[in-house]
């Protein structure tokens, strides 16, 4: 990796480039450079959600994923390095199943809502997605691991099960959402 920021007000960004990790200057309007962005901000969303009372296991998990999120940037900014392991995405997929099996069967769908933890899990969750959009996109123009993609998948994914699971943490329930013809009261 390139030497690490001593100055961070640089100037070298006003003619519309940013630097990456191995050196080399793109504009910042690049696939790389927003993949990179939106993962950012993903991190920066869990440090909002770090900020809500949580349960023990869920804070740790999270801080872990912020983390292996900052890999996950380092190794989009570098482009061939890899830094995000095979093991990562394996984490998330224990702490998926682990989560999950303490939640009733989804009969329904529900609505991004419920606890403000709750609600603002769903939305690291749609950030998750964009950054996982944002990496299919660079992968179509350039080579990037599969790790980083799996592991966004596999992120949006626990966020949507953690949501639930902090619906649940003082007696709560998810939010469900019902059809026009539902809440009018007809059938089918």
Not at 10 to 34: E, F, H, P, Q, S
Not at 43 to 70: I, T
Not at 105 to 120: K, V
Not at 127 to 149: G, H, Y
Request: charged content about 25%; hydrophobic content about 45%; aromatic content about 4%.
């Amino acid at each position: 990796m390139a030497n690490r920021l001593t100055q961070i007000a640089t100037r070298t960004g006003d003619d519309g480039t940013t630097g990456l990790g191995d050196g080399t200057r793109t504009r910042k309007d690049a696939l790389r450079v927003a993949a990179m962005g939106d993962v950012d901000e993903l991190n920066s969303s869990l440090g909002v959600l770090l900020c809500e009372a949580l349960p023990d296991d869920v804070r740790q998990l999270l801080v872990e994923v912020q983390h292996e999120l900052f890999n996950l940037g380092g190794e989009l900014s570098i482009p061939g390095f890899v830094l995000l392991k095979d093991d990562a995405v394996a984490a998330l997929d224990a702490a998926l199943e682990r989560h999950n099996a303490t939640l009733p069967r989804l009969q329904e769908f529900i609505l991004p809502a419920g606890s403000r933890a709750a609600a603002l899990a769903h939305v690291s969750r749609t950030i998750a997605r964009r950054a996982e959009r944002a990496v299919v996109a660079l992968a179509a123009a350039e080579p990037v691991n599969a790790a980083p993609r799996q592991y966004l998948n596999r992120l949006s994914d626990l966020l949507f099960v953690l949501a639930r699971v902090l619906n649940r943490m003082d007696g709560g329930d998810d939010v469900y959402w019902r059809s026009e013809k539902l809440r009018r009261g007809e059938a089918g």
